[in-house]
């Protein structure tokens, strides 16, 4: 387990606050730059690494700071070329990380909470129950450790990773501060220089955070919809009985206007079979979204053990792109990548310390159902 230390972390600092630190110890503020482009650029953690830095201060670094990201428990590479990290933070709670190659893109997906609060019908985080946020070092950590794994890159791209998706394990804007520190290290040049197009943070519509955004930081934003009207959007997404679809595409549309570019909202869809996959969920989602500046991407589900829901079938899932193509939609399906070692969206798990005991009710309530299939009698 990771230990904690009364040394300050200089892993999740942003610029402004690694310069301060060196105010702080009585130094020059130039140093920041020159340390955060050894811990980034060149994934050091070790002071004496850094050569232009001068010996006193590598002593004096040694004595009050550290450089500590999460501990790596395992790592797995997919027959596809995806790649999955599971790290332990803090806490003691493990989280995953998910690298997926594709053509000249290569997109790490990555984890904001050790477990989620949020209880998604259909996701297997949320069925963990939620145990901590990350901190600011844990989410860059990932980051981190994801580039140092790439000692040399493909030949195709200029660099191993280049899009970041905050959609692993957790709702990135129930941990809002350290999310937003990590997101300006992955946009800064001293930090990974990946440009706020390619940083994208995708969230279940928690209302007030994602008004306070903008006045934040300027990346991409997917919304998970999952469903195209209230009362099923409330079963799929308990989140919505708080802030339902209006209220939640509302504030998508002001923190795009908010920025002042002409910007397109992701939207996410889990499609379940019987569920929310009909025709006429296509077309009431094209009437919902008509004036959304959008582009749509579909996720069939992934399934997980007990889940009590299944993937769609191919054909339907092709109905209900073909309707939203029709209808003047940009809509993708994404492909399911790293299945063998369980890395495709929604089977992130982990071993979440659950603080709720969800995960323990979700079990029992399941072993349940089961218990009356098997006996004949109907459960749900
Ligand atoms: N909490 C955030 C980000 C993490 S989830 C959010 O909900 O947006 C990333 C995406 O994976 C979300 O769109 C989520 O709904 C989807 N997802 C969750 N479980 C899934 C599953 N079993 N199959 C397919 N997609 C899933
Ligand atoms: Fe949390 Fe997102 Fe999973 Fe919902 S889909 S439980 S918000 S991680």
């Not at 209808?327 to 399911?336: H, I, L």
Request: aromatic share 6%; proline share 4%.
């Amino acid at each position: 387990m990771t230990t904690s230390t009364d040394k300050i972390n200089l892993l999740g600092l942003t610029q402004p606050e690694m310069e301060k630190f060196f105010d702080s110890i009585g130094e020059k503020r130039f140093r920041a730059g020159q340390v955060m482009k050894w811990i980034h650029h060149f994934g050091v953690d070790d002071f004496d690494a850094m050569t232009n830095v001068g010996k006193a201060l590598r002593e004096k670094l040694k004595a009050r700071a550290e450089i500590r990201g999460p501990e790596v428990v395992s790592e797995d590479i997919s027959s596809d070329g995806t790649r999955k990290w599971v790290v332990r933070v803090a806490s003691g709670s493990c989280v995953e990380t998910v690298y997926i190659p594709q053509g000249k893109r290569g997109t790490l997906c990555v984890s904001s909470q050790a477990g989620c609060a949020l209880d998604c019908s259909f996701c297997s985080t949320g069925k963990q129950g939620f145990n901590s946020n990350l901190t600011a070092a844990e989410v860059i950590g990932q980051v981190w450790i994801a580039n140092k794994s790439f000692g040399s890159v493909p030949a195709t791209i200029d660099r191993a990773i280049t899009n970041v998706v905050m959609m692993g394990m957790g709702e990135p804007l129930l941990n809002f501060d350290n999310v937003i520190a990590a997101m300006h290290l992955m946009m800064d040049d001293l930090g990974y220089g990946i440009s706020k197009r390619r940083v994208t943070l995708s969230t279940s519509g928690v209302v007030p955070m994602i008004d306070e955004l903008a006045k934040h930081i300027d990346v991409s934003l997917a919304l998970s919809l999952h469903a195209p009207n209230d009362a099923l959007r409330n079963e799929l997404v308990p989140i919505n009985k708080k802030y339902p679809l209006k209220v939640v595409l509302d504030s998508c549309m002001r923190y795009m206007s908010e920025l002042g570019e002409k910007r397109v909202l992701t939207i996410e869809y889990t499609l379940l079979k019987d569920v929310n996959d009909k025709l006429e969920h296509a077309v009431e989602m094209a009437e919902l979204l008509k004036n959304v500046p959008c582009k749509i991407n579909l996720i069939p589900f992934n399934p997980f053990p007990h889940s009590g829901y299944e993937r769609p079938s191919n054909n339907a899932i092709r109905r209900f792109q073909d309707h939203l193509h029709h209808a003047g939609f940009n809509v993708t399906v994404r492909t399911t990548r790293g299945e063998d070692i369980d890395a495709a969206c929604g089977q992130l798990v982990g071993q979440v310390m659950d603080r709720t005991r969800r995960s323990e009710r979700y079990i029992a309530v399941r072993q349940l159902n089961a218990d009356a299939d098997s006996n004949g009698v109907a459960g749900n």
